[in-house]
């Protein structure tokens, strides 16, 4: 079965509870409001696989997570920018982690891209793209 897709979601869920364990992180389709401090709602954007090799049982998963940083209004940019250095750094390049059969990496440097007011917050975003190595032996 494969699992690669999956994986990698548990791989940006628990590399995000490892560095920011008191922060709220709000799974793709779902709604969370906390009232008075900053969260995270994460979504995954999938992209064509790879095979880089002519056998079956082996092709890479090619994704971004997208990771959206929602902070109080009204406090400036700079508590979203530096939660948003941190998670560059919690994902940043050269990061390589095993879940289950398949191993996750991060090749290049994490975007971080500038925020706006949406629904009444800030929001910063931070795009990590990760290649999964999946084995299907």
């Known amino acids: 079965m494969d ?24 799974p793709e389709n779902t709604e969370t409001k906390p009232v008075n401090d900053s969260f995270f709602s994460v979504s995954l954007v999938i992209n064509d696989p790879t095979d880089p090799v002519r056998v079956k049982g ?24 530096n ?3 941190q998670v560059r750094n ?10 289950g059969n398949n191993r996750m990496h991060v090749l ?11 629904q009444g917050r800030y929001l910063t975003t931070v795009s990590v793209p990760i290649t ?3 084995y299907n032996y």
Request: glycine share 10%; no cysteine.
């Open 58 to 81: 082996y092709h890479r998963e090619n994704l971004i997570a997208v990771i959206e940083i929602h902070t109080p209004l009204n406090k400036g940019t700079g508590e979203a920018r």
């Open 3 to 26: 699992t690669g897709i999956i994986e990698a979601e548990k791989f940006v869920y628990a590399r995000l509870k490892a560095s920011f364990p008191t922060r709220t992180i709000a």
């Open 83 to 85: 939660i948003g250095l």
């Open 90 to 99: 919690a994902f940043e390049k050269g990061t390589t982690s095993f879940v």
């Open 132 to 134: 999964v190595e999946v």
């Open 108 to 118: 290049t440097t994490p975007r971080i891209s500038g925020g706006g007011n949406i």
